[in-house]
């Protein structure tokens, strides 16, 4: 473990820290390397989790889905969805350096152009446009070759790339029968699925080849990226590992308005007593979409009846706090293949590949599981539009993504074939709230997924948009047969009651503690992320976001993140 990274704050040098990161995740690990950028700032950040260095199903990016469950995820739980037969859901967090980049699906989505100009819109602040955004976008990504080295040209756009950031980004690395069906079945039907040639261009519509957060075989995380060894070396960067914040303490304030410095935080579940450490400047929260709310819930900080029912005193009363969760309601369509020859990975197989990855950072583990994409707009001519206003930020947006899942080792298919049908940008809200005052208290998540009747249309345009796309002629040689959740000669309603039986979250929680403008009664935070009518804090990760992007999370949170680093340096240079 390098000097930088330890589990006891004793460990440390004595030395007053001038920001406090709570949070070593996604955005948390951004702030602590672009702040300890200027070697006169202390930094100090408290992940609740183990350092990610070593941990083989975090590096292996197929192994990213044996992480869910164990000691690197939070293990939250939903309350019992109304939308979803009253079924509570599971809800991955990263719980370890790097947070959700390092046990997340590594997708590399930016959304639309609209998407960050609606932000722009609702904050008054030109600053979030896509615009103005996208030197951060860009900042943050280092583009590189996919593993298998193979030609891309024509697979991606290189003019919306950056090449200098910290994270990489790559095109998929593991080629699969089933990309050359998804790409004929693109140009036989053309319109809405014609191909894209970069979904990441700031216009996603369209199918496309899928970019993921990977460079040289391995996951590329926040964590690997911006707390790399050569950063870990700065002096005045210190990470605390396995410490969890349990409150935020109130501070004196020379602004009248009530500050918050001072961070409480204890080893393990507080038996070893509790700690306190104070910022000269500014405490940053970067505990994600349900660590920020929670904290600033069990501090005092949040809708004041929610908080005395809880049996937490409330010191500022800002009802926003742990509202406008948004997710996207998912479920996959499986199809069996009926062919001969299809594709079995073998445990012998499967120990051959481990080898190579481990001998060469090659081979089928450096892939996830999904090669291509298709981002797909509900027509304006579409009855749905009779009952429902549009969610999404603007015409160059998808209502639905599909994602490919084949399964199969080039050149033969899987035994089965999977498209994911996702709403991008929902209607329906959530909320995260506080259950008592101790941290520990897991606190109530109610996703509200599936509970505006526009989602379930939504997803249930994308089952047509589905079945349209699998009727292309290239199909034809796979003689499918949809096997799950339903089946083609499923009525309407049994669809409906499949759909209500599967649906997961997409695991992209955003909007607890949103941003709206200076002075505006609803919100939590102002344009440059300080908590209203609080001093000294801030809050940077995917709560902040008013609406959700149509992606993917991870590089919308890189943006804020790198954007929020410039703002807090300019702030106290
Ligand atoms: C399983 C999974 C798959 C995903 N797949 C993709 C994908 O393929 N592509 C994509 O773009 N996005 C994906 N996402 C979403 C994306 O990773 C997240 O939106 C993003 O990483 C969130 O960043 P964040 O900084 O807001 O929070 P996080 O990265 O979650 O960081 C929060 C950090 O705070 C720590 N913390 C919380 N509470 C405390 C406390 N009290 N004390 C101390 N520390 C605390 C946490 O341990 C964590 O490290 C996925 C997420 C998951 C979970």
Redesign the pocket.
């Known amino acids: 473990v390098p000097l930088a990274i330890q589990e006891t704050i004793s460990s440390f040098p004595n030395v007053t820290y001038d920001f406090v990161i709570?949070?070593?995740?996604?955005?948390?690990a951004v702030l602590a390397n672009r702040l300890t950028e200027n070697p006169r700032w202390n930094v100090l950040v408290?992940?609740?989790?183990p350092s990610h260095e070593g941990v083989l199903d975090s590096m292996v990016p197929n192994f990213?889905f044996n992480l869910?469950n164990t000691i690197h995820d939070?293990n939250y739980t939903s309350t019992p969805q109304p939308g979803l037969n009253n079924r509570s859901v599971a809800i991955?967090?990263?719980?370890?350096?790097?947070?959700?980049?390092s046990?997340?699906?590594?997708?590399?989505?930016r959304g639309s152009s609209s998407d960050y100009d609606r932000w722009a819109t609702v904050t008054g602040d030109d600053g979030w446009s896509w615009k103005n955004l996208l030197p951060y976008i860009l900042k943050n990504e280092r583009w590189t070759s996919p593993s298998d080295l193979r030609n891309t040209s024509g697979q991606f756009n290189h003019t919306v790339h950056g090449r200098h950031g910290k994270t990489y980004v790559s095109l998929y690395s593991v080629p699969e029968a089933l990309d050359e069906k998804i790409m004929a079945a693109a140009d036989e039907l053309g319109g809405e699925f014609a191909y894209n040639i970069d979904t990441n261009s700031g216009d996603p519509l369209g199918t496309g080849w899928l970019q993921v957060t990977v460079g040289k075989g391995e996951r590329s995380s926040s964590a690997t990226a911006y707390l790399a060894p050569e950063y870990l070396k700065r002096p005045n960067l210190h990470v605390l590992v396995k410490?969890?914040?349990?409150k935020l303490l109130r501070t004196s304030s020379l602004t009248g308005l009530p500050a918050f410095r001072t961070v409480q935080?204890t080893e393990g579940y507080g038996d070893g007593g509790y700690f306190q450490v104070t910022a000269r400047n500014e405490v940053i929260l970067?505990?994600?979409?349900f660590?920020t709310p929670h904290?600033l819930q069990v501090s005092g900080i949040g809708d004041s009846r929610e908080l005395l029912a809880a049996g937490v005193e409330p010191i500022v009363d800002l009802p926003s706090v742990g509202k406008n969760l948004t997710d996207q309601p998912q479920f996959s369509m499986i199809w069996s293949l009926g062919i001969n020859q299809t594709f079995t990975p073998t445990a012998e197989l499967q120990a051959q590949w481990l080898a190579e990855w481990h001998a060469k950072r090659t081979g089928p583990l450096t892939g996830v599981g999904v090669n291509s994409i298709a981002w797909i707009r509900i027509p304006d001519s579409s009855p749905i539009w009779d009952t429902h206003s549009d969610p999404t930020s603007g015409r160059n947006t998808p209502h639905i993504e599909l994602a490919f899942i084949g399964g199969g080792l080039y050149p033969l298919p899987g035994r089965i074939m999977g498209i994911n049908d996702v709403v991008a940008e929902p209607h329906s809200r959530g909320s995260i709230s506080v259950k008592s005052s101790s941290?520990f208290d897991y606190p109530l998540i109610d996703m509200g997924l599936l509970t505006h009747p526009f989602d379930m249309a939504a997803l249930k345009h994308g089952i047509t948009a589905i079945r349209k796309f699998v009727s292309a002629s290239t199909f034809q040689a796979y003689n499918l047969s949809l096997v799950y959740p339903f089946t083609d000669e499923s009525t309407d309603t049994e669809v409906e009651a499949a759909i209500r039986g599967v649906v997961a979250s997409n695991?992209?929680p955003?909007g607890t503690a949103t941003m709206s403008k200076k002075g505006d009664k609803w919100g939590a935070v102002d344009p440059d992320l300080r908590v209203k009518g609080v001093d000294g804090l801030r809050i940077v990760?995917?709560?902040v976001m008013p609406f959700i992007t149509c992606?993917?999370?991870?590089?919308a949170?890189y943006a804020i993140?790198e954007r929020a680093s410039d703002m807090i340096a300019e702030s106290w240079k």
């Open positions: 709570v949070g070593g995740g996604t955005a948390g408290i992940e609740a989790g990213s869910q939070w991955p967090r990263g719980h370890m350096l790097g947070g959700c980049s046990i997340n699906g590594m997708f590399y989505t410490n969890r914040v349990t935080f970067s505990a994600g979409s660590g904290i941290i695991v992209h955003v990760d995917a709560s992606s993917h999370t991870q590089a949170v993140a």
